[in-house]
């Protein structure tokens, strides 16, 4: 079993629709849970980053922890062609200071 | 502005060649990460540093080398050992805390062998 599975996509939503990326994880000991956001040719942009269960909200994006099922989501409200990126996950730990990255998920927003 | 500076944005290689990448931060951060992207397998760490002068292999350090010698900058030099370097490099850089609120990448250098 793969430490971080993520859906590859690509995923494409018409604009003003509500997108769900999600991810799920095997490593009990994440305590960190980040989403970022990669334009094409361009390094990745943090987008979120949550240490607990729950949800966290900023503008238009609510991050979802659920760590009894091993699980976080990304949900983006009112979607804009502007949001047509990658989005990866990732995961720390405690006592480590590297991340685990998802494979990323192709977003395309159309106008 | 504070951020991180990679460069070249585009770098050719051609076989048996040592190319170096070069990676420059004004974040005052202790800890910087060297990671490499291809396609379907997301990022993978090669190098990473926490402090001036001292460096710890990733997950994929073979045919790469690193040096520390300024808490700003983390060359990588990607050697002729490895066999299949054609890939998007990418810098990274963090406080050095267990709570370091996520890495600030740089915008990538794409190496191509030739």
């Known amino acids: 079993q793969k430490e971080v599975e993520q859906d590859p996509g690509p995923l494409s939503v018409p604009e003003g629709a509500i997108v769900s990326l999600n991810c799920t994880y095997s490593n009990s000991a994440f305590q960190y849970f980040m989403w970022y956001r990669q334009y094409s040719r361009k390094g990745p942009e943090l987008l979120m980053y949550?240490?607990?269960?729950g949800n966290k909200e900023d503008g238009r994006f609510t991050a979802q922890v659920d760590k009894s099922s091993k699980y976080i989501s990304l949900f983006i409200r009112d979607s804009q062609p502007s949001d047509s990126a990658t989005y990866l996950c990732?995961?720390?730990?405690?006592?480590?200071?590297?991340?685990?990255f998802g494979t990323g998920t192709r977003l395309k927003v159309l106008a | 502005d504070g951020g991180i500076t990679q460069s070249p944005k585009y770098l050719f290689r051609k076989e048996g060649q040592n190319v170096t990448l070069s990676c420059e931060q004004n974040l005052n951060h202790d800890a910087m990460y060297w990671y490499r992207q291809d396609p379907g397998q997301g990022l993978r760490l090669i190098y990473y540093s926490q402090i001036v002068n001292d460096f710890q292999k990733g997950d994929i350090a073979e045919g790469y080398s690193v040096s520390r010698e300024k808490k700003e900058s983390f060359p990588l030099t990607v050697t002729s050992a490895q066999k299949n370097p054609t890939a998007f490099y990418l810098c990274a850089s963090s406080p050095w805390q267990e709570d370091n609120y996520g890495y600030t990448f740089g915008s990538g250098t794409r190496l191509t062998v030739v």
């Open positions: 949550t240490y607990s269960s």
């Open positions: 990732a995961f720390g730990g405690s006592g480590t200071y590297k991340y685990i």
